[in-house]
Each structure stands twice: as C-alpha cells, then as structure tokens.
C-alpha cells in the first residue's frame, strides 16, 4: 500500500500542474476496497479533486504551504490579507530568536514565502499578480519551493520549542516509539527536509499559522466507509476558511472542493 | 505538463523545459547563499577553521583547513579537506572530504570520506558551512568510536600513547600554499 504511493508520487513534479479528480484517484485503489468507499464517500459530500505532492516527506508541509497561499486568491481585499498575512510572518521574529535561529540562518527561505505571499497584491515586471497558475510555477521551482518548506520547518521547530511543556509528552521517534527530548524531536524530526511530519507537527505549524486545518483521512481503515476528519481550529476570525488536506498511509495531497 | 495518470502508468521524467529553468535559478540563488557564508566565514574569527572557493568565478567548490582543538591529541596539527556544494545547497548537504591523511576513527583512511551524521541523513538546512567546520573540528577530538570508517584507529583511541604514534607516523604537515 504505501509502496504503491511511493512509486507514483517519488517521480513527480513537486506540485502537480493540473487536478485530479478523485474518480481517477481510485483507480489507484483495489476495487470495493475501503479506500475507494473512503474516496467515494468524499464525493458524495462535495469534495472533487486533489492537487497531487511529491512523495518526498515534505508533502504536508508543502501541501499547507500552497493551500495557505492559493487562499489569498479568493480574497476580497488582497491587499489587506497581504499584509495580515506578512505580519504574522514579523511576529515570529522574536519567538525564532528564543528558539535559538540566527536571522542569518532564516532569512533567505524567509523572504522567499514573504516575496510569494506579496505577489499576490503588488504586480510583477510584466504587470501580472499571482495566480493560481503561476503559484503552482512557484512550488514547481525546486529551489523556491523548499525555500517555503524549510521556512515553515522553521517555524513548527520554534512553535514546539515554545510549547515544549505541553508538547513533550507526544514527542516519539516514528519508527521505535521511543520518547525524544523536545531538542532532539526539533533537530531529526522537523529541521531536517524529507522527514515526514506526524499529528505534533501539524498541530504546531497550524497553531503557529492560526490557520484552521481539515484532514480526510483516507486510510482504509474504517469498516464503516465514511472519512474521518481531524479537525484543527485555531482562526481567531469565525469565518475562516480552513485548509484541507487529503490524506493517504504515508502522504498528504490538497483536497478541493467543487467542479474538478 | 505532468498529466496525472493512475499508478499503472510507468512513472517518467519531470518535463525537461521548466527542469532547464529551474537548474539555473537553483545555480543562482544557492551561488547567493555562499557567497554570504564566505562572507559569513571571513568576518567571523573562528580560531583553527577556515575555508574559501578553490577557484574564482566558482562557488561550488572550496578548500579548507582545520587545526585540531587545544588539549586535544590533534592539537597543532592542522588538515585539508574539500568541500563540493551540490546545485540544490542548502537543502542536500555538501559533500566533505579530507584532502590530507587524517589518521581518525571516523575519516576512511582510503579516499578521506568522513562519517558525521550531520553531513549525512541527519544534514538540515540551518547548518553552515562554518557549522561544519566546527562540527569536524570537534569531531577530531571527541570521535564516535561506535560507528568508525578506520578500526585500527578506533581499536586504538583509548591507549592514548599508542594513539598519538600512530596518529603522527600518518600525519603529513601541510605546505604553506593557500589557504
């Protein structure tokens, strides 16, 4: 099961250009199984399409990454959203000291997600604002693309070192189960790219972001066919659309609504 | 573009003209990156550690120089290595590599690779070049004799005396030449 999502996420590119509807993504699943009833079930309550992420560990991240940004696109006043959003980005200067990283360290990959966020109100050379198009040209770009992903790494290790009372008792290695030290959790499982991130992760970036977060998870697991949805709610503003994500054993994608 | 098949499909190679782009972007904006960190590197006066590009007019290739800690076995002498950035640093690490005879538990006495976790899977982005040098400086004196590349010297470390023989009938002094 994982393999086979391995194996035809690994090759792709790091975002996918186009849609896929979820009809074709159950082609992907043994007939009946509970993943294609899972996949079936999302369907029947509105859900459309995915937009695929590379298998390569860092799909949650990019996955928010883009879905965080794709948002700004439906703004009404971009603008505003704009800045809201670059000042979230200035209010972690302090908390990123306290955790320990040099601006030095962090800026780059910082004014890479600043540059991308503000290219939604201010035009490009050719007079042009993002879109949805060249948002996905941005993940495509290696080199931008994990520019965002560290940063937002960044900001999850900050956020688990600022709650790390809370935090320690869920912190485990993924494969032994063993406990780790808030340090040691930061260093190998969040500040390293390609580690996958686990529930204390989401839960950190989410809360760092104020975003609100919305997983199916399509795991095959259920024997009722119906899609759990782990909802985390952190929006100060009730009317906050949340980001969804899809996932699979092992892999994240982003989840849309509406006309494939 | 990628057109999204199912898993029966055979998987293929991402489309080649966004690669070209993207390769050269990636060039230019890691070529960024080191010139701050030489920059970084010079301003900073790290006792015993220094590196700078082998060539001008190419960033992805440097040669440095590390001098053993003080009260260290390795104290006063002093080793080349080579340090080659791939074309997507700071997201894959550099590969590192002991360019003199470096008599070590953790240096492969063959061709100098190194075992440090840091250069390996445990390499993340937040670490510099500078960060590096420290780590093998240190690494010199405080080796990992668990998991060691050269086991003569790892069967040795804890008979100092017939460490420290061993260790400067390999050791070869460098020359003066850069850097």
């Not at chain 1, 899972?38 to 859900?47: C, P």
């Not at chain 1, 780790?180 to 529930?199: K, L």
């Amino acid at each position: 099961m994982l393999n086979s999502i391995n194996d035809t996420t690994s090759q792709r590119a790091l975002m996918a250009s186009e849609l896929t509807p979820l009809s074709v993504l159950r082609e992907d699943f043994d007939r009946e199984s509970v993943f294609q009833k899972q996949l079936d079930f999302l369907q029947k309550n509105g859900f459309s399409s995915v937009r695929r992420v590379r298998g390569d560990g860092d799909c949650f991240y990019r996955s928010f990454a883009f879905s965080f940004l794709e948002q700004l696109i439906d703004e009404p006043d971009r603008e505003f959203a704009v800045m809201r959003r670059l000042s979230l980005l200035d209010g972690f200067e302090p908390s990123l000291k306290s955790a320990g990283f040099d601006k030095d360290t962090y800026q780059d990959f910082k004014e890479e997600f600043e540059e991308c966020i503000k290219a939604f109100a201010q035009p490009d050379h050719t007079g042009r604002v993002m879109n949805l198009q060249s948002l996905v040209q941005v993940f495509q770009d290696e080199m931008k693309s994990h520019a965002i992903v560290f940063y937002l790494r960044l900001i999850t290790s900050m956020k688990i070192y600022e709650d790390q009372e809370n935090m320690a008792p869920f912190l485990m290695n993924p494969e032994t189960f063993d406990p780790m030290s808030p340090t040691s959790f930061r260093r190998r499982q969040i500040e390293v790219m390609g580690v996958e991130a686990d529930e204390p992760q989401i839960i950190a970036l989410t809360n760092a972001m104020k975003v609100n977060v919305e997983v199916a998870y399509v795991d095959g697991h259920t024997t009722s066919d119906i899609v759990k949805f782990v909802r985390i709610h952190n929006a100060q503003d009730e009317n906050s659309r949340s980001i969804m994500l899809l996932y699979r054993p092992g892999h994240y994608d982003v989840l849309n609504r509406g006309k494939p | 573009m990628d057109q999204l098949t199912t898993s029966l499909a055979p998987s293929r190679p991402s489309p080649k003209s966004p690669v070209a782009g993207t390769s050269q972007q990636a060039a230019g904006s890691t070529s960024n990156r080191l010139g701050n960190e030489l920059m970084t590197l010079m301003m900073s006066s790290s006792p015993g550690i220094s590196a700078f590009p082998k060539h001008d007019g190419n960033l992805f290739e440097w040669v440095g120089t590390i001098e053993g800690p003080a009260e260290t076995v390795y104290a006063g002498l002093s080793y080349r290595i080579s340090i080659a950035f791939p074309p997507n640093y700071p997201y894959v690490a550099p590969t590192i590599k002991f360019e003199s005879l470096c008599y070590h538990p953790n240096v492969d006495p063959a061709n100098g690779a190194i075992c440090l976790d840091i250069l390996q899977d445990k390499w993340s982005a937040v670490y510099s070049v500078q960060t590096i040098l420290l780590s093998l400086q240190s690494l010199l004196g405080e080796p990992n004799i668990a998991s060691p590349l050269n086991a003569d010297a790892a069967g040795l470390w804890n008979t100092p005396e017939e460490y420290k023989e061993q260790l400067m009938q390999h050791y070869r002094p460098l020359k003066d030449d850069s850097p």
